[in-house]
């Protein structure tokens, strides 16, 4: 059966998911995510997506972006095949490194961009890695949020203005939004 197209939309924002070959590690070691984290940084800029955040985890990673000049399909094949050749080389093995074809969530609004957001940054605490979600360091959470310093290809300065128009309040929102209890109130429809 053939596979579904992807559809170019430039303007949406997407969560992109992709497992390992039989749930296996995609990144051994730091060298490993350090080098995705390059390719990543490299298709970014050379797609024109706009990246809103990731998480890198042993058999897995999540990435949030926003779909603009070429489509995600381009992108994401760029992003596999160069990480692929490099860890097969590295790791002196053969075949597949990802196993099914990675997965694309179409973002509908705003209140499922900011959950995405939340999923994303909390992914390690709840697979028990880390206390935190900024005590995670494959992730984009802490760069957003101002506890390290942000990888220049992250859109820290777009992510915080969807949570509050004045960047010093901005990152305290976010993080009160993704530490709190999932299921709780979106920002700004509470007090």
């Not at 992510?159 to 530490?179: K, M, T």
């Amino acid at each position: 059966m053939p596979r579904a197209q992807r559809f170019h939309e430039p303007g949406s924002y997407r969560h992109i998911t992709a497992r390992g070959n039989d749930r296996g590690a995609i990144f051994r070691d730091d060298t490993d995510r350090w080098h995705f984290l390059g390719v990543l940084a490299d298709v970014t800029r050379s797609c024109g997506w706009r990246c809103l955040g990731w998480c890198l985890l042993t058999n897995h990673y999540h990435l949030l972006v926003q779909e603009r000049t070429k489509p995600v399909s381009i992108a994401m094949h760029l992003l596999h095949s160069r990480y692929v050749r490099a860890f097969n080389v590295r790791h002196a093995r053969e075949g597949h490194v990802f196993g099914e074809r990675y997965r694309v969530a179409t973002v509908e609004d705003d209140a499922h961009l900011l959950m995405a957001i939340r999923y994303v940054a909390r992914n390690p605490l709840e697979a028990g890695l880390c206390s935190s979600p900024e005590d995670w360091p494959w992730s984009s959470y802490g760069q957003l949020v101002g506890a390290s310093r942000a990888m220049s290809f992250l859109s820290r300065a777009h992510v915080l203005s969807l949570f509050d128009p004045v960047p010093g309040r901005a990152s305290e929102v976010v993080r009160r939004f993704v530490e709190s209890v999932p299921g709780t109130e979106v920002p700004g429809t509470g007090p």
